[in-house]
């Protein structure tokens, strides 16, 4: 099964911009759907933007806009870069293959200062 393995945060400060990336350690192309989630201190997990295989991504309403997920299989690499961050995007963020299921990897930590 191929691991993904979340990088990239760090804290930035309300309006700024994070790219994370979603490294697979074998062919990002086997993931025929991937998913972008979060989970914040107290909060539900939860999911941020879906990309398959055939370009496809759809975006939560809470980052439509401001997010954009994007695949580069030269370098088995999923990205999520994020805009006009808010303090309510604090959140731990992760990856996660959908189809096939993955696991939970240790995601990467964003803190949005306001």
């Known amino acids: 099964q191929v691991q993904l393995v979340e990088s990239g945060g760090g804290l930035v400060q309300s309006g700024g911009s994070l790219r994370l990336s979603c490294a697979a350690s074998?062919?990002?192309?086997?993931?025929?759907?991937l998913g972008w989630y979060r989970q914040a201190p107290g909060k539900r997990r939860e999911w941020v933007a879906v990309?398959?295989?055939?370009?496809?991504?759809v975006y939560a309403d809470s980052v439509k806009g401001r997010f954009t997920a994007s695949r580069a299989n030269a370098n088995n690499t999923v990205y999520l870069q994020m805009s006009s961050l808010k303090p309510e995007d604090t959140a731990v963020y992760y990856c996660?293959?959908?189809?096939?299921?993955?696991?939970w990897g240790q995601g990467t930590q964003v803190t949005v200062s306001s």
């Open positions: 996660k293959g959908i189809i096939p299921l993955g696991s």
């Open positions: 074998g062919s990002i192309s086997s993931i025929k759907s």
């Open positions: 990309v398959d295989s055939g370009g496809s991504i």
